[in-house]
């Protein structure tokens, strides 16, 4: 579903709260975000931010009912099968999930900024904590493509904007988008990105889902959606952009240019210190007419991105099962912070093996500490689960 369709379902529903009263970008949406996005509030749609004529969406995913209906389901839980199925597609079948438009119908070109007219300082990008680094973009799709393979990635990694026609990539080495940014400088070559703001709602879900070799977060978008991704050529850059984004910044890291990305308020509580990130100088920024910028605040939890991770635990688990015999199931608490805590329900007799397994396993590899559990613990139950450590931990 487009971003705006999105948008207008929830209003219906009574799941979107509109503001008409000035809100600064700086701080201020930040704030009013976290409260309500830990109250299990609505989605809010910040109609003045600041003096910028283009309104701010945010805390859209905040609730498991708004994700599920982001993605199409009923339920989180159905996530599982839909993506077993995914898996079993052939590459013809899954290259069919993305299809190209022209220009003229793609909505994201509705308004153009090329070359020096392109403006980032157009956009109410919120300053999140008071002490970041800057105003951070923090729902976008990060497009690249790798230089040698072809292959695209798209990824959901924060980009600070440091000024009209410059930005801050803070993709984590590890991720699809730095491998790119790697192979491109191997060659002394530029790399061109495109950063997606409001495509679909699977997209922007799908960007990030850390998907296994060989898989494609816009298929998985599309398969998602039950219909293909539309994306159209890039105006300036070799990377084609989802054609019904809200805002689509186009732009080239060059080989070797970095500059610091952060400090970054997130969800540990503290603030992530800078890092050296690639820099993308900005070669275009297109939207559509009346477009809309989406945003998240990155917070202690509880936040809006506990649903993404929650998501990705039910797209995961089906499969991960069928990979491990013996797991049951798996819960990513929160305060575990997404890619620090597992807990896994396993078979009796199963626990030693599943765990070994665990981790080197997709996603869940990269965890700090996975605790098995038997059979009738609950996972969701913080008594039982630290009761069962405190006793069986060894
Ligand atoms: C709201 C949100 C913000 C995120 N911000 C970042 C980020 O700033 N940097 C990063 O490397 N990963 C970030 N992630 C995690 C990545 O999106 C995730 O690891 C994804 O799998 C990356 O795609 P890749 O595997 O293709 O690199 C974020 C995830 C969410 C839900």
């Not at 956009?123 to 230089?147: E, N, S, Y």
């Not at 298929?219 to 054609?243: K, M, W």
């Amino acid at each position: 579903m487009e971003l705006r369709d999105f948008l207008s379902a929830l209003e219906v529903e009574g799941e979107l709260v509109r503001i008409p009263d000035r809100v600064s970008p700086r701080l201020e949406i930040g704030e009013v975000t976290r409260r309500v996005a830990a109250a299990g509030g609505p989605a809010l749609l910040f109609e003045r931010p600041g003096d910028f004529d283009i309104p701010v969406a945010t805390n859209l995913f905040g609730t498991a009912r708004r994700m599920a209906a982001a993605l199409g389901v009923s339920d989180l839980g159905d996530l599982g099968d839909r993506f077993l199925r995914f898996l079993d597609l052939d590459p013809a079948a899954r290259r069919s999930l993305v299809t190209e438009v022209d220009e003229a119908a793609a909505p994201c070109r509705e308004v153009v900024r090329d070359g020096r007219a392109a403006d980032l300082g157009e956009l109410p990008v919120p300053l999140a904590w008071p002490g970041d680094g800057g105003p951070f973009l923090t729902l976008p799709v990060v497009l690249t493509r790798h230089p040698e393979t072809g292959e695209v990635n798209a990824g959901m990694y924060r980009v600070q904007v440091f000024d009209a026609r410059t930005a801050g990539l803070g993709c984590h080495p590890a991720s699809g988008a730095a491998a790119h940014v790697r192979a491109a400088e191997a060659g002394g070559r530029p790399l061109d990105v495109a950063v997606a703001l409001g495509p679909a709602t699977a997209l922007t879900y799908a960007a990030t889902v850390p998907l296994p070799p060989g898989l494609d977060e816009l298929s998985l978008a599309g398969f998602l959606q039950g219909a293909p991704v539309a994306v159209v050529p890039g105006r300036t850059v070799d990377v084609a952009v989802p054609a019904g984004a809200e805002i689509v910044v186009e732009g080239r890291i060059q080989p070797g240019e970095r500059r610091p990305v952060g400090p970054a308020g997130n969800h540990t509580g503290r603030y992530a210190p800078a890092v050296s990130a690639p820099v993308i100088r900005v070669t275009a920024v297109t939207r559509r007419d009346r477009a809309v910028l989406p945003a998240t605040q990155v917070g202690p939890p509880p936040q809006e991105d506990r649903w993404f991770v929650r998501a990705t635990e039910r797209l995961f688990l089906p499969w991960w099962r069928r990979r491990y015999p013996g797991l049951l199931d798996v819960h990513l608490p929160e305060e575990g912070l997404f890619g620090h805590i597992a807990l896994v329900r396993v078979a009796r007799g199963h626990g030693r093996d599943v765990l070994r397994s665990l981790f080197s396993a997709p996603f869940l590899g990269g965890f700090k500490l996975i605790a098995a559990f038997d059979e009738e613990v609950d996972l969701r139950d913080p008594s039982q689960v630290l009761w069962r450590l405190g006793a069986d931990l060894d």
